[in-house]
């Protein structure tokens, strides 16, 4: 049945619409499976050397056996803790240093120089200097996470920030509003598209961030996994626990896109 709310081009527009995001989702899994049975045929018909660069049945393989020693599920785990851990500790950090910043004028003149200079830093050299301070446990990679991931945070966030309508701003300071005011009324609201940029960029570094905490210190996780099977050379093991990297990793970034959605519905 119709609704008679809508006109008739309004729900050809809204079939049209419809009908290209299930050609948009189509040709997603099209294209991976297009590039997963290349890869697979590449590799039986030796064009690619399957010990080298593994291939899709390999992997699975793998998996099963992972999963049959018992250990898949544990390895996940600890990475996956590692990563949301750090996330959620950059981003509420990120957040709060961004308010403090746009707090005050004199105080991100001053800092924001600093804050700039702390983000073009290679994290990674800082690994030893980690270990000596926090030891070789979970802290030391979970700090890595925070300490890759919270510069952009803060960063993403004061831009956003900083960006809310000045003619709002104006009527604010007009109307008397306090600086706790603005924040809460007017800033907060505005710069909600900004948080969910933040969240997105943050998913990507706090993977980048635990990974490269286990390549220097971990003795369980995908990252030492991948270091394992480097050292020993069971490519096949690095290409599995890729693949899980990449599975988790888009699967935290999809929940983010889903609670933006509901966020900006509201």
């Known amino acids: 049945m119709k609704n008679p709310t809508y006109s008739r081009e309004h729900i050809a527009y809204l079939k049209k619409q419809r009908n290209k995001k299930i050609i948009v989702h189509f040709s997603r ?5 297009a590039v997963l049975g290349i890869w697979e045929i590449c ?11 593994s291939s899709p049945s390999r992997v699975i393989k793998t998996l099963g056996n992972l999963y049959a020693d018992g250990t898949l599920f544990y390895h996940i785990g600890i990475t996956l803790m ?33 804050v700039v200079v702390l983000n073009s830093l290679p994290k990674i050299a800082l690994g030893p200097l980690i270990i000596i301070w926090i030891g070789t446990g979970y802290d030391a990679i979970i ?13 993403n966030m004061l831009t956003g920030f900083i960006g809310v309508d000045a003619t709002k701003m104006t009527l ?6 306090s600086k706790l005011t603005t924040l809460r ?14 969240l997105k960029v943050a998913v990507g570094l706090a993977w980048i961030g635990s990974i490269m905490g286990e390549y220097i210190v971990s003795k369980a996780g995908l990252g030492y996994l ?12 690095v290409m599995t626990a890729t693949f899980i990297l990449c599975v988790l990793a888009g699967g ?10 509901y966020v900006t519905r509201n």
């Open 82 to 114: 590692e990563t949301l851990v750090g996330f959620a500790l950059a981003v509420v950090l990120g957040y709060a240093v961004a308010i403090v910043l746009w707090s005050s004028d004199t105080v991100r003149k001053v800092l924001e120089p600093y």
């Open 172 to 177: 604010m300071r007009s109307m008397g509003a």
């Open 143 to 155: 700090f890595m996470t925070v300490l890759v991931s919270i510069i952009v945070c803060i960063m």
């Open 185 to 198: 009324k007017l800033v907060i609201p505005a710069s909600l598209p900004a948080l969910m940029n933040t």
């Open 29 to 33: 899994v099209l294209l991976l499976a």
């Open 252 to 261: 935290m970034y999809g929940i983010i896109s889903l609670i933006e959605k």
């Open 226 to 237: 991948i270091v394992y099977g480097g050292q020993v050379f069971k490519l096949d093991l």
């Open 43 to 53: 590799a039986q018909c030796k064009v690619i050397d399957p010990f080298i660069t």
